[in-house]
Nanobody
Framework: QVQLVESGGGLVQPGGSLRLSCAAS????????IGWFRQAPGKGREGVSC????????FYADSVEGRFTISRDNAKNTVYLEMNSLKPEDTAVYYC??????????????????WGQGIQVTASS
């Protein structure tokens, strides 16, 4: 059973930090590029960040560049998204996604084959 499970979300004040985790089961992530996406209330799903299978290349949306950091630990079959200096506009449901047997990075939603269930991140006073 192929599964991705996000964890680490919650409520923080603006300026705070959260670290999201995406744990894979049923397959090994070492051959898969991973993306993080988010969907804010009233908006479509937005690509946030991606990382190649080896972790050698990462990419960020302009809205999070310099504040978010994506990383992976293939030995733990887990990908992380460190979110710093959170803003109210970062409030959204965050999803991780994996490309099937593809290592290259993409922020295009349709490029991904496996999706987690999503986890709420709220930055609010």
């Amino acid at each position: 059973q192929v599964q991705l499970v996000e964890s680490g979300g919650g409520l923080v004040q603006p300026g705070g930090s959260l670290r999201l985790s995406c744990a894979a089961s049923g397959f090994s992530l070492d051959a898969n590029a991973i993306g993080w996406f988010r969907q804010a209330p009233g908006k479509g799903r937005e690509g946030v960040s991606c990382i190649t299978s080896s972790g050698a290349y990462t990419f960020y949306a302009d809205s999070v560049e310099g504040r978010f950091t994506i990383s992976r630990d293939n030995a733990k079959n887990t990908v992380y998204l460190e979110m710093n200096s959170l803003k109210p506009e970062d409030t959204a449901v965050y999803y991780c996604a994996a490309r099937r047997r593809l290592a290259s990075c993409s922020l295009i939603e349709n490029a991904y084959d496996y999706w987690g269930q999503g986890i709420q991140v709220t930055a609010s006073s």
